[in-house]
């Protein structure tokens, strides 16, 4: 099809003014001191739930706040909301994922250097968010014991984007009668050597290793800064 | 941003051409007597569950065959082809959909005359599927009562691009503590009317209203041939 080559380069533009923005955002998070963990996942994974949980635990001892993209609807932000930390919805209308533009946007007013832990959560898709770097210190890729083992294989991408998996609703593996070994294997198979968490934000099952990941970033970046 | 403008246009082009080529499909779908259905949802919602359980149902009484999308491996396509029936894999990459073209070349060297019906699965993705029409004649968007029943809300668009709404794995809805109405609440807020079936690939729950919906397509396809 003669229109492929003119819109790949029109993607390869977006992507290099993506990337130009997420340096940037990269750089103030670094100077302001504050440790930036992005959620990437199909649509129903429990990004929400997660984080929920995660603003929720992590508030009593951490200033932490959130940005969550969604096409439609503030629902996310007002359910997160609940937590007590500040969340703000951003709106993508018919944008299957975040970019670095977009979370700039959604920070104006804040002061990022009045935070310890801001979380982006990404529109639920795993193909999309792949290709633009949003800043983040930490990409999680959800991945639901009810989605299948396979996964990995099937959208590769996104979990070579990411840096540690997350696999989600272990409280239901019983119930799908999920191989732990073949996913396992399967992200492997696309990412020798990733880090591999298993959580349960209903039951707070695996959540202490998770909330251990986040909080060892957060040290060592204080420690980088001193 | 500056780009935004462009980027527009030229999706606005690739979407024209598809239409083109996905009108073309229709007519010879029509010319053929082939009923074609798609699948559209996210990634995990079971898409390829409840069509091994279609493919095998049917193939008894009807001549049947189906192309699957996905990013990356043959899996699915291998997994079909234990029901007997001709299938055939797309791997598309990188791209996130299914677009009218890949359909086309999917087709090569099939006879459309020898089918009485033709199933297309989608790339998992509950968002980029929706701009693209395949030629279809009836577009199913599955959402599993794992994935929450807000999803209708968040992703208005795909259950617009859609005809009829597939709940799947409904013998998981009491461990998911599924809300029923709500979910029906959503699809109908967004979808004024929508046909809602519930089905379980995995009990066979519901699967006889779900064949009747795709058999009645068959028959009206007929009726309007003859």
């Known amino acids: 099809m003669a229109r492929e080559p003119r819109l790949v380069e029109v993607r390869r533009n977006v992507l290099k003014q993506n990337d130009v923005v997420a340096r940037e955002l990269r750089t103030e998070f670094r100077e302001a001191g504050v440790f930036v963990a992005s959620m990437v996942s199909s649509p129903g994974a429990g990004k929400t739930a997660l984080l929920e949980r995660t ?39 018919t944008v299957c994922h975040l970019e670095a533009a977009m979370v700039r946007s959604g920070l104006e007013g804040w002061s990022l250097g009045a935070l310890d832990f801001l979380f982006i959560e990404n529109v639920g898709n795993l193909v999309c968010p792949s290709g633009y770097d949003l800043g983040e210190d930490l990409r999680f890729v959800l991945m639901s014991v009810t989605e299948g083992e396979d996964k990995p294989l099937k959208y590769p991408t996104i979990f070579n984007s990411a840096d540690v998996s997350v696999l989600t609703k272990v409280d239901l593996a019983d119930a799908v009668e999920f191989d732990w070994a073949a996913a396992e294997a399967n992200i492997q198979a696309v990412r020798p050597g990733m880090h591999v968490l298993r959580v349960s934000a209903k039951t707070g099952a695996g959540m202490p290793e998770y909330l251990q990941a986040l909080e060892a970033g957060l040290a060592e970046r204080r420690a980088a800064a001193t």
Chains 1, 2 share one sequence.
């Open 55 to 93: 603003l929720t635990l992590l508030r009593s001892r951490y200033r932490v706040a959130a940005l969550v993209g969604d096409l439609a609807t503030e629902n996310d932000a007002a359910r997160l909301k609940r937590s007590g930390a500040e969340v703000r919805q951003i709106t993508t209308g």
